[in-house]
């Protein structure tokens, strides 16, 4: 048997916490006042990441000498990410910029202390939303995505001298890597110490250099339709929500590869293709599709490595992950063998070469239709992220996590002491919960 953790999402309350009026944190010094670019790239997703760090102080601070320390290292980490604490506008042709001129606020940072102690919170690999969404603030009564703060952020002491930093923060301006490069810059300011990947701001090499090519010349850049052939929202709108975590070691992932490559299709897989195509597989059988059913993955791939002509440079702050793809029928992706659900995301790791980065960028349309995301399984990786490198003096984070799985994401976390391992953690109806577990456990 997997081990499991199940979330409490539906049974537990908020944390409660004392909040004081938000502090806007401003750039220590004087930065750039010109509109800020935004590439195609980052137009991919625009909505706030909400993630939260706990941390043991043990004595080495107090909760309000760290709270203080935080909040001093923030107006100086602006200086070099001043973009952050500026809004998004939209241009005559419909794009997003930044702008980050004087009469912009700045980002909102608040102060709270909760009511309980630290261990309250449990394990947040499987994050309980009703729990944690006191820990990140949110400004209210805003929904229009030019008036939101491009990153909020909130320290929360507990009665027991434990902490919790909490940040929103919009993906248009970050992907994982970026997102936890400026968190570390920040941690490193705190402790006084200089940066060790000073970020480079100018996304301009992302910049369209040609007029948009017709989007029929690339079939990975159109858009299919999917219809809910097999009643997937109605399974959702009728059944509760259960989320559970799973962990495999290199035990586990050692036998996926094995299953993967046992009819000679295959001479090699990585431990995320195989654990990808056996998620979207599993997943597809646990809410029951029909086989005539069209069903999709979608994932990132990073281009940091992919650009070779002009290459992104080292500390290139922005998003630098270009959206991939599989698409086929649900009786292919569970009648054929496991290889062949492998061989098509490999296939749609290795189709974002520097063309294709290259054909999207020139293609991209703002006003295009949004992506369908009926019988879509869209993974989200962390087993990269440097996530524990977040010690703004008192040690590294005890936990860290995201506050919110939507339903359609299945999210990678590394495990173990040395990350070999990857936690899955992942939201179903409860009916096609129990069925998932049970195809898990015969590997």
């Not at 939303?129 to 006191?134: D, F, G, K, Q, W």
């Not at 292919?332 to 070469?353: R, T």
Request: glycine share 6%.
């Amino acid at each position: 048997m997997f081990p499991m953790e199940e979330s409490q999402e539906n049974g537990c309350t908020p944390i409660s916490v004392r909040m004081t009026e938000p502090v806007f944190i401003q750039p220590e010094t004087e930065t750039y006042k010109e509109p800020y670019f935004l590439s195609s790239l980052d137009h991919a997703v625009i909505d706030m990441m909400k993630t939260v760090y706990i941390y043991k102080l043990d004595g080495k601070k107090s909760g309000e000498e760290a709270r203080d320390l935080i909040k001093q290292a923030l107006a100086k980490v602006l200086v070099h990410y001043y973009p952050l604490a500026g809004r998004l506008r939209r241009s005559s042709s419909g794009n997003l910029f930044v702008e980050c001129n004087n009469s912009i606020k700045g980002v909102p940072f608040v102060e709270a202390v909760a009511d309980s102690e630290i261990e309250k919170l449990g394990d947040i690999t499987v994050p309980d939303t009703v729990m944690l969404e006191n820990l990140v603030y949110d400004v209210p009564g805003v929904e229009n995505i030019l008036e939101i703060p491009l990153m909020t952020a909130q320290v929360t002491r507990f009665k027991c001298g434990g902490l919790v930093f909490g940040m929103a923060i919009n993906h248009c301006m970050v992907d994982g890597i970026s997102a936890m490069q400026f968190v570390n810059s920040w941690a490193e300011t705190a402790r006084g110490i200089t940066l060790t990947m000073p970020p480079v701001l100018d996304r301009s090499i992302l910049m369209p250099k040609k007029p948009s090519v017709d989007k029929n010349d690339s079939e990975t850049l159109t858009e299919v339709e999917i219809s809910d052939v097999s009643k997937i929202e109605t399974l959702y709108q009728e059944q509760k929500m259960i989320y559970k975590s799973f962990k495999f070691d290199q035990n586990r992932l050692a036998g996926l590869k094995k299953k993967a490559m046992e009819n000679g299709e295959l001479t090699y897989c990585s431990s995320f293709t195989v654990l990808a195509a056996f998620l979207w597989r599993a997943r597809s059988q646990a809410l029951k599709m029909k086989p005539q059913q069209q069903t999709k993955l979608v994932f990132t791939v990073d281009i940091r490595s992919k650009l070779k002509t002009n290459p992104l440079p080292k500390g290139f702050f922005g998003n630098g992950v270009l959206v991939t793809q599989c698409l086929c029928t649900a009786e292919e992706l569970v009648q054929k063998p496991f290889s062949f659900a492998v061989k098509m995301v490999q296939n749609a790791i290795q189709m974002v070469n520097e063309d294709y980065i290259k054909g999207f960028i020139e293609s991209f349309d703002v006003n295009a239709r949004p992506p369908s995301w009926t019988a879509t399984l869209v993974i989200t990786s962390w087993t990269r992220i440097a996530f524990n490198a977040a010690d703004f003096g008192w040690g590294e984070p005890t936990q860290f996590g995201s506050t919110r799985i939507p339903k359609e994401v299945g999210l990678f976390i590394p495990e173990g002491k040395d990350k070999n391992g990857i936690v899955l953690v992942l939201g179903l109806p409860v009916s096609a919960m129990n069925t998932f577990q049970e195809l898990i456990t015969s590997i």
